[in-house]
């Protein structure tokens, strides 16, 4: 009896500090600051944790490029994820403003100047007024209707890039990009020296790095605002946003501008890794890919995406190259995607803190 | 050539072309219209509907995990004709499984959901029949009887498969019309586009209806499969290749109108046909720009029904 009592007591006095550190961790875990840390952390140690943890078979550990290629894509889904996951509007012709953003940075690097940094700035600026134009005839359609007519879009656009402009794009061999030194100081191909290099690589990773932890930032600043939270309003019901007097146009119009700026930035920075850039970047089946990656992730949350894009780019770049199983790799994610639409809207990151609050419950039932 | 011979070529080509999207999109259309389901799925009854095709009428050396079995070549080898017969039978069958496994469960979800569901299960079949038939392509070997140019008097040669086509999309485009109008099941499904639930309190029992006429669309676009891989060429990309065309007339044309479908259809075939003889590469291209044209003008389609899209 008396033992059984003290025991009891002793676990709610062991309780108490473990509680209290999880308020402290609600509390903190939705701040901006804490994002913002998290995607610093995120950003430093992936790379060697993709690449190089130990104990794991060479043949499933990433290479040095895809690390560089997640960040990129990370940003192209979170761009993405602000129209499907926040507005709620689909669109299947994203590829629009990641390949127009790669095709104007491409140019500019080889034509005018072939700073990285300008490039991309140059690339982004493409992506924006395609983002401001293409609105004003798509702003008119519904669901299907919009998704159907943004792929017709960016499909027009890729097949003006492949054979008319053929002189301008290469077509569809297409086009070598040039990249000098950042600002004429930093080789963005050298290793960096010392432990960091180990844990990054080249100077590249840092400079898609800053992108990629800006964007983030970013995206966050927008869903914490009370701006953001409009955009929510409009994908929860359009009708009664526009009963308290919102101009729902207006608010549709400024997630698209910001979705296309965001994918426009993921879309410059890839002709500058791969000093390539081709017009597959404009076809529909790269909107497909940005959209399971981000459905597959995790709609409407800023981890998700990101989570979706190591999943895919993983099955791409390291399962398709393993012996026998290697072939499934798409058909694997395609029932995957399919398994999360249809019964897990929430996705794999949903997933995950489902599992954890489902076991912090079962803790405050005892 | 003179100007009608070239006329009368133009216009098949244009037809035949339209006749494909059209026995794709009909069904797409209707069950839009009628049941509020998208159905990007519906690409895969095209694609079954060719390699069914192949596999009843030809003997074909498939690569992929079939060469890898040494099933290869497979086939029943029966002749085009009943490959003509025989794949809307199986993929109207088809169909039916579709509407009980993927359609009903999806039917009371948002079209968002729908879009996408169906999206990853054409990308299911795209990248199964990759792996299964391998990743080249196929043709249809016609027979006599379908290939070569025919003869009409006072204006000359014309594709005699391409005429064939045309007439079968007419014949089939026929039947469907008089279902729609002339039958108690069409009726009925009439009336449950109109107001679902007000058809039911009638004492209408609205589902099997329905899932007849998805099976019919179903039936049409394996058909469909058939008379595209016998034009285009048959490989698993053509799913998706014909599938978004066809989405696109059936918006273009107004959702759940056969009468827009058609001229939508008619519409995609004549662009198409024109682009083609100045400016090849931008033929496919052209049905997007029209889309985009005409969607702007008329934000609902040419023909709207109402309900969808608003």
Redesign the interface.
């Known amino acids: 009896m008396s033992t059984e009592t003290t025991e009891g007591s002793e676990e709610t006095t062991d309780d108490e500090p473990a509680s209290s550190a999880l308020e402290t961790w609600d509390r903190i875990k939705h701040t901006e600051r804490f994002v913002l840390v998290s995607a610093v952390v995120f950003v430093a140690v992936f790379p060697w944790v993709f690449t190089s943890l130990p104990l794991i078979p060479n043949d499933l550990l990433a290479y040095d490029q895809l690390a560089r290629l997640v960040l990129i894509w990370g940003i192209f889904a979170l761009g993405f994820n602000h129209l499907l996951g926040q507005t709620?509007l689909?669109s299947f012709g994203h590829a629009m403003f990641f390949g127009g953003s790669a095709y104007a940075t491409a140019l500019f690097a080889n034509n005018v100047v072939a700073d990285p940094f300008l490039s991309v700035v140059v690339g982004v600026c493409f992506a924006l007024v395609l983002a401001v134009v293409t609105p004003f005839?798509l702003l008119?359609?519904?669901?299907?209707?919009f998704?159907?007519?943004t792929?017709?879009?960016a499909?027009?656009l890729?097949?003006?890039a492949?054979?008319?402009f053929e002189g301008i794009t290469g077509g569809i061999n297409g086009l070598g990009v040039e990249r000098s030194p950042l600002f004429g100081l930093v080789e963005l191909g050298a290793d960096i020296p010392g432990i960091f290099g180990a844990l990054w690589g080249t100077y590249m990773y840092l400079f898609i790095a800053a992108f990629f932890v800006a964007v983030v930032v970013f995206i966050t600043r927008v869903r914490k605002s009370p701006y953001g939270l409009i955009f929510k309003a409009v994908r929860e019901n359009e009708t009664r946003a526009s009963f308290v007097g919102l101009d729902v146009w207006r608010y549709k119009f400024a997630a698209f501008v910001i979705s296309g700026f965001i994918a426009g930035i993921a879309g410059g920075l890839l002709p500058m890794e791969t000093y390539f850039t081709g017009v597959e970047r404009l076809h529909?089946t790269l909107s497909?890919d940005v959209?399971?990656m981000t459905?597959l992730g995790g709609l409407g949350t800023v981890a998700g995406p990101i989570l979706g894009v190591i999943v895919f780019l993983y099955f791409e770049g390291v399962v398709n190259g393993l012996d026998v199983i290697g072939?499934?790799w798409?058909?694997t994610l395609?029932?995957a995607?399919?398994a999360v639409?249809?019964k897990y809207?929430d996705g794999l990151w949903g997933m995950i803190t489902s599992v954890s609050s489902r076991l912090r419950s079962r803790r405050g039932d005892q | 050539m003179s100007l009608v011979e070239s006329s009368v070529q133009f216009l098949f080509v244009a037809l035949s072309v339209a006749s494909v999207y059209l026995l794709v999109a009909l069904g797409l259309s209707i069950v839009?219209g009628s049941l509020q389901f998208?159905n990007m799925a519906h690409g895969a009854l095209y694609l079954i509907g060719a390699y069914v095709g192949l596999i009843v009428g030809f003997q074909v050396g498939f690569g992929g995990l079939i060469d890898r079995y040494g099933l290869a070549p497979l086939g029943l080898d029966l002749g085009f004709l009943a490959a003509l017969v025989v794949t809307p039978i199986v993929v109207f069958v088809g169909g039916i499984a579709m509407e009980r496994f993927l359609a009903k469960?999806?039917y009371d979800r948002?079209?968002?959901?729908q879009?996408?569901?169906t999206?990853?299960?054409l990308?299911?079949f795209q990248?199964?029949f990759n792996?299964v038939f391998g990743r080249t392509g196929f043709n249809y070997a016609r027979p006599d009887w379908a290939s070569g140019p025919i003869l009409i008097p006072a204006v000359g040669s014309v594709s005699r498969w391409r005429i064939y086509v045309v007439v079968l999309a007419l014949v089939f485009l026929a039947i469907l019309f008089a279902f729609y109008k002339y039958t108690d099941y069409g009726l009925a499904v009439r009336a449950g586009t109109e107001d679902t639930e007000m058809t039911e309190l009638l004492g209408i029992r609205i589902g099997r209806p329905f899932l007849l006429i998805f099976a019919i669309g179903a039936a049409y676009a394996g058909l469909a499969g058939i008379l595209g891989g016998s034009l285009f060429g048959v490989n698993a990309g053509m799913g998706f290749s014909n599938i978004?065309p066809a989405?696109?007339i059936v918006?273009m044309g107004g959702v759940g109108s056969i009468k827009g479908t058609t001229v939508g259809a008619l519409l995609a075939g004549f662009v198409f046909a024109a682009v083609t003889q100045v400016w090849p590469?931008?033929a496919?291209?052209s049905i997007?720009?029209l889309?985009?044209v005409v969607?702007?003008i008329r934000?609902s389609g040419i023909y709207p029904t109402g309900r969808v899209?608003?």
């Not at chain 1, 008119?140 to 209707?145: A, Q």
């Not at chain 2, 948002?110 to 959901?113: N, Q, T, V």
């Open positions: 709620g689909l005839i008119r359609l519904h669901t299907v209707y998704a159907i007519v792929l017709a879009i499909q027009m890729y097949y003006m492949r054979e008319p529909w497909g959209v399971m459905v072939g499934y798409l058909l395609a029932l995607f399919t639409v249809w809207p | 839009f998208v469960p999806l948002p079209l968002l959901d879009l996408l569901v999206f990853g299960i990308l299911i990248e199964g792996l978004i989405l696109v918006i590469s931008m496919t291209a997007y720009a889309a985009i969607l702007t934000p899209g608003q």
